[in-house]
């Protein structure tokens, strides 16, 4: 019998015991009552979208570069608001003091990186004063996510990536940054839907045409590439027509990409495919349930052999019991159940990519 109180000792225990059953007949609240506790997700939210720029950084440009933003994110994780565009302006002084031991770069070359880093036209990191050898931002929203791995959702073939957008300056001219959703998957599309996407991105509206033009692409293959990106909705076509009849030879079909539609169609994808994966590990237990818990069995048996000072012989009796084809089929549905877990993990952080742009793009004037 497992005793609920271990009692301290006999001097302690008419004092300890007069407090618990106080606490037990509701006569004595305890000490933490009304206190709760819970994860904080906003933190946790910051910390993975601190990783994903620290990878952008990484991908575009280097490993110590991808350090200097890291250090800089860490200085300024609590002064910085969740939904700030920008953290807390640092110097360069200050950065240089807080790197890493083992990054040994000069103060010359720490200066070298920030200004890479802020004439990069994705404008990862932002030069806001020259007080103190430079002050420097990151940016948070404007920035270019390269979400790792698309082979997390192969029926899609799609990599998100952000973009920065520089505005306009004058009155009434809301700042924002451009998301761009490129196709990055060779199975689905391929490098030329990718090609053609990007060309959309940056010229906005495109005849055929000149797509084909543009792009280098024959008439033939151009056509079938945006029909195909047209039936799943990644690009969208825009009639004009130059008379008031829409006769189809006096009207202009022009190709474009709703950024926010194409956004939420990959999320939309993300979500059916986090479904599908739990739905396939499910089946895999369901199917293999018997020899599961057979092994479970075993080793439970294994554990309590070991506990009591079994001899060797015993142990590999028991060990025994699981034959070498079962065993074949446990390590094969080892390595499923962790490719599927892996999986999902991967889509989760797309998942979390592209909430976090929709969240900003909505949040933003």
Not at 23 to 38: A, L, R, V
Not at 61 to 86: F, I, K, N, P, Y
Not at 142 to 148: A, G, I, R, T
Request: proline share 5%; charged share 25%; with cysteine.
């Amino acid at each position: 019998m497992v005793p609920l109180v271990l009692w301290p000792g006999n001097q302690d225990m008419g004092r300890v015991g007069s407090i618990f059953w106080s606490i037990f007949w509701g006569k004595q609240t305890p000490p933490d009552d009304g206190i709760y506790w819970q994860v904080n997700l906003e933190r946790f939210h910051q910390h993975f979208r601190d990783q994903a720029l620290v990878s952008a950084v990484a991908s575009r440009m280097d490993q110590t570069s991808s350090e200097v933003v890291r250090t800089m994110l860490r200085m300024s994780e609590v002064t910085t608001a969740s939904g700030a565009s920008h953290t807390q302006p640092l110097s360069s002084n200050e950065i240089f003091r807080s790197l890493p031991a083992g990054y040994n770069i000069g103060k010359q070359v720490l200066d070298q990186y920030l200004a890479l880093l802020a004439d990069d036209p994705l404008e990862f990191v932002a030069k806001s004063g020259d007080s103190g050898g430079g002050t420097y931002s990151v940016s948070i929203l404007c920035k270019e996510l390269f979400v790792p791995r698309p082979e997390s959702f192969p029926s899609s073939g799609i990599v998100l990536y952000l973009s920065p957008y520089r505005p306009a300056q004058g009155p009434g001219v809301p700042g924002h940054s451009h998301a761009g959703v490129h196709c990055g998957g060779e199975v689905t599309f391929g490098s030329r839907c990718a090609r053609i996407f990007r060309l959309l991105l940056r010229k906005k509206h495109l005849e055929q045409k000149q797509v084909e033009d543009f792009a280098m692409i024959p008439a033939k293959e151009a056509k079938d590439m945006l029909y195909r990106m047209l039936s799943e909705n990644l690009v969208s076509l825009q009639e004009i027509p130059k008379t008031p009849d829409h006769a189809p030879s006096r009207t202009f079909y022009l190709y474009t990409v709703n950024v926010m539609a194409a956004t939420r169609m990959l999320l939309h994808r993300c979500y059916k495919s986090v479904a599908n994966l739990i739905e396939r590990r499910q089946h895999e237990m369901r199917e293999n349930k018997r020899l599961l818990e057979k092994s479970q069995r075993v080793e439970a048996i294994l554990a309590s052999m070991q506990a009591t000072g079994a001899e060797v012989a015993q142990l590999h009796e028991v060990e025994e019991m699981i034959t070498g084809p079962e065993r074949q089929q446990l390590e094969n549905l080892k390595r499923n159940v962790n490719k599927i877990d892996a999986s999902e993990n991967q889509v989760d952080e797309t998942i979390f990519v592209l909430e976090s742009f929709i969240e900003s793009t909505m949040r933003r004037p």
